[in-house]
């Protein structure tokens, strides 16, 4: 083909006699990827005050659910993005690091608000300056704390990488 | 026009003691005052003084709804006073807070390990000669 695809071309079936879709093409990654980020299950690694505004985003008036990223999962083996939401203290980093370790493959980490993203004001002896030294990052929202909109953007943003990426757990098999 | 700047509630009268009479004022505050409610135990780091540490207490009545506050001096050498805990429950967790961030040592009580920082950090971090920055990770950094 000459042109590559950007979005998934589906081609009804012309003779099939009703108007459901009889098959369509795309490529793997690009189907994986469009299946992995309308079904991102978070996991909120809520710690501090940024937890109503995580709450006022997941709930109805934003509805992440929208982006089917609403539905929190409480066990980090059934959750694909961690949501860290709020400061997080140098006696709760190993905690941290133990639920990012027991996450399975493919896992995405948000930091939520200025603490999770670099400590915010608190630039002591108790806090963490900034999850990544800890974890991987994949997406910083900013904001003490983020607007809904913010946190809406960075999902749409994170969602955009997740379609863009390499799936690797295809193989030529597949 | 001024204003009279006015406290909604006037500030306690403050007792001001020696470290060895803490007990007996604590017992006649409870028997005589019945101030039978701890609030608070904490302390202010004077760096330079000779007495560097104050010790704080804070007492409440909840029968006269009075409130009463009790201040004494420590050295750096032998920061240590009396453990209120045999005649307040409270000061079991507010003196191991105050031990932790301060490093004074509460004579008599049971049980001194850190209630908020965790095992292993070396250093008072509410003294004022703590580094500011310093911190002491638990988990090894990324590179």
């Keep these: 083909m000459a042109t590559v695809p950007t979005t998934i071309p589906i081609y009804p079936a012309a003779k099939a006699g ?111 300056a900034g999850i990544d030294k800890i974890i991987p990052v994949d997406i910083y929202v900013p904001g003490c704390p983020p607007r809904p909109e913010t946190v809406i953007d960075a999902i749409m943003q994170l969602q955009a990488r997740i379609a863009g990426d390499r799936h690797p757990i295809l193989t030529d098999k597949f | 026009m001024t204003h009279e700047a006015t406290l909604p509630t006037p500030l306690p009268p403050t007792l001001e003691i020696p470290a060895a009479e803490l007990l007996a004022t604590a017992r006649a505050l409870k028997a005589q005052g019945r101030f039978d409610m701890l609030l608070d135990v904490t302390a202010v780091d004077w760096p330079g003084r000779s007495l560097r540490f104050d010790v704080v207490w804070h007492f409440y009545s909840t029968v006269t709804f009075a409130r009463v506050r009790v201040k004494t001096r420590v050295a750096e050498s032998d920061p240590a006073v009396d453990s209120l805990l045999p005649l307040y429950g409270s000061a079991l967790f507010m003196e191991r807070e105050c031990h932790e961030m301060y490093g004074i040592d509460f004579r008599g009580h049971p049980d001194l390990r850190p209630i908020l920082l965790y095992e292993g950090f070396v250093g008072h971090p509410l003294r004022k000669d703590y580094p500011i920055r310093l911190e002491q990770p638990l988990v090894p950094y990324r590179k």
């Design chain 1, 18 to 128: 009703h108007t459901s879709f009889e098959y369509l093409t795309s490529k793997k990654d690009e189907l994986v990827g469009w299946a992995r980020k309308f079904s991102l299950f978070p996991y909120p690694f809520v710690t501090a005050c940024c937890a109503m505004e995580f709450m006022a985003v997941s709930s109805t008036p934003y509805d992440t659910d929208r982006f089917g990223a609403a539905l929190p999962r409480f066990s980090p083996r059934q959750s694909d993005l961690l949501m860290v939401v709020g400061t997080v203290t140098h006696k709760q980093a190993p905690i941290l690091l133990k639920v990012y370790e027991q996450m399975c493959e493919p896992k995405w980490v948000m930091a939520f608000g200025a603490c999770a993203t670099s400590g915010g004001f608190y630039q002591n002896y108790a806090a963490v």
